[in-house]
């Protein structure tokens, strides 16, 4: 974050709100490097004792062929076998491990940019080193884990994503009621930016305008009158107008959506917005704490970050 005056995006994690809660169930910072997996399936094998949490879009987790609940904190012992199935619905899921996973960086970040042809991709046979604290030895005689049953989210084929109202929704003839009716996800879609096509807009002016800056989840619409929603990945600038900018929640979700998927969009005000994100960030916070208090029952404290979520809730 911050370095837009250099040219460089903000990047990472297309659903923030799902590798946050990855890391926060470990005891790590928000922003400690995990693993994202999209649209496909994880298998690898466990040479230390680990503590990690699987979260977004898959359900369920297979240890040694034992399966578990995601969205929860678990133990995986030395020599043990860890598979993450492929999800049916949505399409990005976070592993995180408890410590720090030792990969390249950039300006002290690991998230992958493909404008900066930096990142590093898990390949067959890889190995990754982690530094941490934890082994089964702080597990005692009693092997069973807290359950902290934080609510997995559902994606669904169809999804609404509220925003609030762009600098140029006068371009639309209509306004905002022009962006009423369903959008559908192309497959011309990655982490820079999700194409959207289904309904014929109506321009008062076609064509691009001054290129300038761009928030992420700015909704653009391009002379064709196609939709364009910029994710992480966004250049930091264009010149396609923008009529609508996703809230940050929608950003999460609409970084689940494959193509297919039917979208349809609720303009909201700022107020809203503001009060979606405050209630969540209180969701996670009151979960940190809940984390913090549990492993300082198994005498974990040493396991959590001194920058983990407890500790500025």
Same mark, same amino acid.
């Given at each position: ?199 014929? =807009?109506? &321009?008062? !002016? %076609?064509?691009?305008?001054?290129? @300038? #800056? ?9 002379? *064709? ?61 009151? =979960?940190? &704490?809940? !984390? %913090?208090?549990?492993?300082?029952? @198994? #005498? ?9 979520? *407890?500790?500025?809730?």
């Amino acid at each position: 974050m911050g370095l837009a005056d250099i040219g460089i995006s903000a990047n990472g994690a297309g659903d923030q709100s799902s590798a946050r809660l990855a890391n926060t169930l470990v005891g790590n910072a928000d922003g400690a490097a995990l693993i994202e997996i999209i649209a496909s399936e994880l298998m690898f094998t466990a040479h230390s004792d680990l503590l990690i949490a699987i979260t977004g879009a898959a359900k369920t987790v297979e240890i040694n062929s034992i399966s578990h609940n995601t969205h929860e904190t678990l133990v995986v012992l030395s020599g043990s076998t860890v598979f993450i199935p492929a999800p049916k619905s949505g399409q990005r899921t976070y592993l995180a491990i408890n410590g720090r996973i030792q990969a390249p960086a950039i300006l002290g970040s690991v998230g992958p940019d493909s404008l900066l042809d930096f990142g590093q991709r898990l390949v067959s046979g890889m190995k990754l080193e982690i530094e941490t604290q934890f082994d089964a030895g702080l597990m005692g005689s009693d092997f069973s884990l807290f359950r902290f049953n934080f609510p997995a989210p559902n994606y669904s084929s169809e999804i609404r994503l509220r925003a609030t109202v762009g600098p140029d929704v006068d371009r639309l003839r209509s306004g905002v009621a022009g962006l009423a009716g369903q959008f559908t996800v192309l497959p011309q879609s990655d982490h820079v930016g999700m194409r959207l096509s289904g309904v014929e =807009l109506d &321009l008062v !002016v %076609a064509g691009e305008i001054l290129s @300038r #800056g761009v928030p992420i989840g700015a909704i653009e619409i391009t002379p *064709s009158g196609e939709l364009i929603i910029l994710l992480r990945g966004r250049l930091l600038t264009a010149g396609y107008p923008v009529v609508a900018v996703l809230t940050r929640s929608a950003i999460d979700q609409a970084s689940q959506a494959t193509p297919g998927t039917k979208i349809s969009l609720e303009v909201v005000s700022m107020e809203v917005a503001r009060r979606e994100l405050a209630e969540k960030e209180e969701a996670l916070g009151k =979960l940190s &704490l809940r !984390v %913090a208090q549990a492993f300082g029952t @198994r #005498g974990w404290n040493q396991l959590l970050s001194p920058d983990h979520a *407890s500790f500025s809730y």
